[in-house]
C-alpha cells in the first residue's frame, strides 16, 4: 500500500487511510492538517514519479471510492475517483451501452487520469475525458486550515467554476482530493441516460503489423517512422474520414523484438477494415521490407477491460520505469529520426522504447483556454520510457533514456519546447526532468511544457482553493508570487 506501479518509488508514511466516502476523505484531510502532517492521496496508483512517496506523512488511499452510476440530479453519470478505468468501462457498458473516451490500462485510477487531461483509443473520434466533464467534487483546504467539499461545475455562472477548469487538465494533487466526477456529453440535451454520453463500439476491430529489427535497415526504420508521422499529419484533422482510425508505433531496442504499428476502430463504422487497411499500407508503402505478421481481429468491447495489466508497461517484476512524453504538431524530422535509430541501436540503452500515439482530429475541435489541457492542436502524442527490474540498472537506464530524449530536442534544449514541431509535455506522463537545468537548457520553465499559458490562471486558482499549499509534490502549481 505504500508502493505503487513504479517500484523505484517506496512511500514511508505514517499511516495509510483507506477511505470509501467524501466526509471520511474530508475527515482524514482535516486530521492530517490539524497535526500538521503532509497528506498526499492516491487513486490507482500509476503515478511515474514520486509524488506520493517523498516526505508524504499521510496517504489517502481512494481504492475502495470505486462506486459507478447515475445521478437524476444532475442528469450526468457519477464516478468515484478511486474507480479504475476498467471497471467504469465494464459498469458504463453493461448499465447503458455507453463510454468515456479515457484511456485503454483498466488499472489507471481515473482521479489522476481524468484530472491530468486523459486521453485513449477513442480520443481522435470523441475528444479528450476532459471534455466531458460536467462537475468534480473536491475536499480543499481553506487559509484557516477547515477542510471542506465543494461541488464545481462547467456551469461559467457556477462561483466554483474555477475550480471544476482546474481539474480538466491542471492534473492530480494540486488543488484538493479529488472525490467524484460527473460525466455527460457537453451541450447535450438528451433526457435519457443512454444517450448522455458516447454510445461504446459494440466489436472493436484490432490490427497489428510487426517488423524484426534483423530485416530492418536503418532506412526501413526512418521510412516507416517518416511515414507514420506523415500519415498523422495528413489524416488529423476534425472531420477527416481517418480520425476514427487510432494508430500506434511502437518501437523497442534492437535487442527487442522489432518495431509494431497498430490500429484500431469501432467496427460498426462504415469501411472500417477499409480505413484501417489504408492506414497499414500508407505508413509501411516505403519500407521494403515485408512484416514477420500483419493481422486484423475483431473483438467485443469490453475484451480488453478484462485484462488487468492490459496496456502496463512492465509486468509485476519488472517496473521500475522512467517515461518522458512530447506533443508532436509533425512527424519527426530526418535528424530526430536518426536521433532515435542511434539511441534504440546503442549498446546500454537496452531498457529504452518509443511509442507514438495518434492524436488530433476531435481533441482539436476544443480551444487551449477551454479547459487546462492546452495542447489542442497536435497530430501525435510520444512517449519514451524505459522498463526494467533490478535498481542497480536505475542509474544507467535512467541516463540512456535521458539522452536519448535530449537529442531528439536538441534543437529545442532538450525539450519539445512549444512552437514549431512541438507543443510541451503531457502532465499525466509526469517528468521531473523538465524542471533539472541539466536536462532542460531551453529557458522554458517545466509549467509551460505543462501548462503553455494556461498556467497563471492555475497558479491564481492554486491561492483560492489551496492557499496554504497542503497539496503540493515535485511539479505542482506553484502558489503566485
Request: glycine share 12%; with cysteine; net charge negative.
Amino acid at each position: 500500500m505504500v508502493r505503487g506501479m513504479n517500484h523505484r518509488f517506496t512511500g514511508r508514511p505514517d499511516y495509510v487511510r483507506v477511505v470509501s466516502t467524501t466526509e471520511q476523505v474530508r475527515a482524514a484531510v482535516g486530521e492530517a492538517v490539524a497535526a500538521g502532517k503532509r497528506v498526499s492521496v492516491r487513486s490507482g496508483g500509476h503515478g511515474f514519479e514520486d509524488f506520493t512517496t517523498s516526505g508524504v506523512e499521510v496517504l489517502l488511499d481512494l481504492s475502495e471510492m470505486d462506486r459507478v452510476g447515475y445521478d437524476p440530479v444532475r442528469r450526468a453519470f457519477v464516478i468515484e475517483a478511486g474507480a479504475t478505468l476498467g471497471h467504469v468501462y465494464r459498469v458504463l457498458f453493461k448499465g447503458w451501452g455507453v463510454t468515456v473516451p479515457a484511456g485503454e490500462c483498466p488499472e489507471v485510477g481515473v482521479g489522476g487520469h481524468f484530472t491530468g487531461g486523459g486521453f485513449g483509443n477513442l480520443s481522435r473520434s470523441l475528444g479528450l475525458v476532459v471534455d466531458y466533464m460536467e462537475a468534480v467534487e473536491v475536499v480543499v483546504v481553506d487559509r484557516d486550515g477547515t477542510a471542506r467539499t465543494i461541488v464545481a461545475s462547467r456551469d461559467p455562472e457556477d462561483p466554483h467554476h474555477d475550480l471544476w477548469w482546474a481539474n480538466t487538465g491542471g492534473g492530480g494533487g494540486n488543488f484538493g482530493v479529488v472525490t467524484r466526477f460527473w460525466m455527460r456529453t457537453p451541450g447535450t440535451e438528451e433526457l435519457e441516460p443512454q444517450r448522455q454520453l458516447p454510445r461504446a463500439p459494440a466489436q472493436w476491430r484490432s490490427g497489428m503489423a510487426v517488423w524484426s529489427w534483423d530485416g530492418l535497415s536503418e532506412d526501413a526504420f526512418a521510412a516507416l517512422l517518416g511515414d507514420f508521422g506523415a500519415w498523422f499529419e495528413r489524416n488529423s484533422a476534425p472531420g477527416s474520414p481517418y480520425e476514427k482510425v487510432h494508430g500506434f508505433l511502437h518501437a523497442s531496442h534492437r535487442s527487442g523484438f522489432g518495431v509494431t504499428v497498430g490500429s484500431m476502430i469501432d467496427d460498426s463504422l462504415p469501411d472500417a477494415a477499409k480505413l484501417m487497411d489504408a492506414f497499414f499500407d500508407e505508413v509501411s508503402a516505403r519500407v521494403g521490407v515485408e512484416p514477420m505478421f500483419r493481422t486484423q481481429q475483431v473483438k467485443p468491447w469490453l475484451y480488453f477491460s478484462s485484462y488487468p495489466g492490459w496496456g502496463d508497461p512492465g509486468g509485476p517484476d519488472t517496473r521500475r520505469i522512467k517515461i518522458k512524453a512530447a506533443y508532436l504538431r509533425q512527424g519527426y524530422s530526418d535528424r530526430q529520426i536518426g536521433a532515435v535509430h542511434r539511441h534504440l541501436s546503442a549498446e546500454g540503452s537496452e531498457a529504452a522504447q518509443l511509442i507514438l500515439i495518434g492524436y488530433g482530429g476531435q481533441v482539436n475541435t476544443v480551444a487551449p483556454e477551454a479547459t487546462a489541457t492546452a495542447q489542442r492542436d497536435s497530430v501525435i502524442k510520444a512517449a519514451y520510457l524505459s522498463v526494467w527490474s533490478a535498481e542497480e540498472q536505475d542509474g544507467p537506464n535512467m541516463t540512456a533514456l535521458r539522452e536519448m530524449y535530449r537529442e531528439v530536442y536538441a534543437e529545442t534544449g532538450g525539450v519539445p519546447a512549444p512552437g514549431g514541431g512541438s507543443d510541451g509535455s503531457y502532465v499525466n506522463y509526469a517528468d521531473a526532468d523538465l524542471a533539472d537545468p541539466v536536462w532542460n537548457t531551453s529557458g522554458v520553465p517545466w509549467h509551460t511544457l505543462y501548462y503553455k499559458d494556461n498556467y497563471p490562471r492555475l497558479q491564481r486558482i492554486k491561492e483560492r482553493y489551496d492557499p496554504r499549499n497542503e497539496f503540493r509534490h515535485g511539479l505542482s502549481i506553484e502558489l503566485p508570487g
